[in-house]
Each structure stands twice: as structure tokens, then as C-alpha cells.
């Protein structure tokens, strides 16, 4: 299993440009979510899904858009790039039971010039 | 929403002493409390849990302490190793969405320094 696969690693971005996050996993798992890592702020919840077809946002989801169409799958969208979306993607996902752990992609590091 | 608040921000020992970090949250309905490690560069990786059913898990030099009345939770590392140095982060949840997973809430992270 390779888990959870982000792509790409490093991006960079003018103002107003768009990008997609990929996030990908193989372990048939129904919960993924979206993070944002800056310092000094910890995690902060983006976006998240309970299943393919269904999303629902998070602490900090404006400016960011997402879709579930199949399990594997949970890419993230930026629709007009802003400097304070400089940032550390992290897509994770878990299995839904109670004490199943979050499990983390490598992560995704965008900068907005 | 939750809010959980984590202390201190950075913290030095000297390898082989204890180190603690301490998390507080603020909605009463949490009921899972994950641990997460993060090495510089790296993804987090979970560490250790504990759910509100139980006051204290241990794993090996690792445990974690609950109090729900006071709403705060902690980290205890014992024999600090320098592969100990990393951040810490807390979190909280209310447990199981419908449909399934934890909607966590981090706190700000605790940057740990083991030091020889």
C-alpha cells in the first residue's frame, strides 16, 4: 500500500492563478480530510468528506472548493490564489471507526507570491 | 467549535529526564484525544490516544493523562531520547462522524529539543 499520495511536493503560484491538490489513497478508506499547516497555528481543518458524493467544510474553507466523486480520491481546489494561502498541504484520511487514526500525505508546500 | 490550547510552545531537556505537554479544550462532548509526532520536513504521525472512558493509556515510555472534569489532557515522554526531539501536537474530537472518521482540532504544536 502506498497510502496517501500527494501531489505535487512543491508549488508555486502568482495571485489569482488556480491550482488543484491531488490527494489520493489506497486503503479503501471513507474519511479524508484537508489541512493547512502554518507556524504557530497547529493544523487548522479546510475541508472534509465521509464518503464519495459527500463534503462538508472545515475551520478555515473559504477560498478553497472540494469533491469526493469516488472513495480514493479527495482533490482540493484553489480558485484565485491569495499570498495567505502560503501554506503546508496535508491531505489524511482514516478508516471511520472510532479509534481509527488519521493517517497523513507527505504533504503539499504552495507558496503565493 | 473546539478550541484546545497547548503548552508550552518549546521545550528543552536533557536527555534522559521527563518532558510534559500539557493540552486544554474547550468543548465538554470531546471524547478522543490523539497524540501526533512530527519530525522537521515530515508528515505527523500519531504516537498515542486515549478516549474519555479511561483516565491513563501507556505505551512503553509514552503515556497520556485525562482529566474531563478540568478539561485537560497530557503528554508524558519518560528516558527522553535526541530521536525524541520533534513538534507535538494534541487534538480533540467528538468521535465518530456519521458516515465515519474523527474531526480533529490540533492545538498549536510543542517543539521538543532533546538535548545530550
Known amino acids: 500500500n502506498a497510502g496517501v499520495t500527494q501531489t505535487p511536493k512543491f508549488q508555486v503560484l502568482k495571485t489569482g492563478q488556480s491550482m488543484t491538490l491531488q490527494c489520493a489513497q489506497d486503503?479503501?478508506?471513507?474519511?479524508m480530510s484537508w489541512y493547512r499547516q502554518d507556524p504557530g497555528m497547529g493544523l487548522r481543518l479546510i475541508h472534509y468528506?465521509?464518503?464519495?458524493?459527500?463534503?462538508d467544510q472545515g475551520e478555515v474553507p473559504n477560498g478553497y472548493n472540494v469533491s469526493r466523486s469516488t472513495t480514493e480520491d479527495f482533490p482540493l481546489r484553489l480558485l484565485s490564489a491569495a499570498p495567505s494561502q502560503t501554506s503546508v498541504y496535508f491531505c489524511?484520511?482514516?478508516?471511520?471507526?472510532?479509534?481509527?487514526?488519521?493517517?497523513f500525505g507527505n504533504g503539499t508546500r504552495l507558496t503565493v507570491t | 467549535g473546539e478550541n484546545v490550547e497547548q503548552h508550552p510552545s518549546t521545550l528543552s531537556v536533557q536527555e534522559g529526564d521527563s518532558a510534559v505537554i500539557k493540552c486544554t479544550y474547550s468543548?465538554?462532548?470531546?471524547?478522543?484525544f490523539p497524540w501526533y509526532k512530527q519530525e522537521l520536513g515530515k508528515r505527523p504521525q500519531l504516537i498515542i490516544d486515549i478516549r474519555s472512558n479511561v483516565g491513563e493509556k501507556k505505551d512503553q515510555r509514552i503515556a497520556v493523562t485525562l482529566n474531563k472534569t478540568a478539561k485537560h489532557f497530557s503528554l508524558h515522554i519518560t528516558e527522553t531520547q535526541p530521536e525524541d526531539s520533534a513538534v507535538y501536537f494534541c487534538a480533540a474530537s467528538r468521535g465518530v462522524l456519521t458516515g465515519g472518521g474523527n474531526k480533529l482540532t490540533f492545538g498549536t504544536g510543542t517543539q521538543l529539543k532533546v538535548e545530550l
Open positions: 489524511a484520511s482514516s478508516n471511520g471507526g472510532g479509534n481509527s487514526p488519521l493517517h
Open positions: 486503503m479503501n478508506h471513507e474519511y
Open positions: 468543548d465538554s462532548a470531546s471524547n478522543y
Open positions: 468528506s465521509v464518503g464519495a458524493g459527500i463534503t
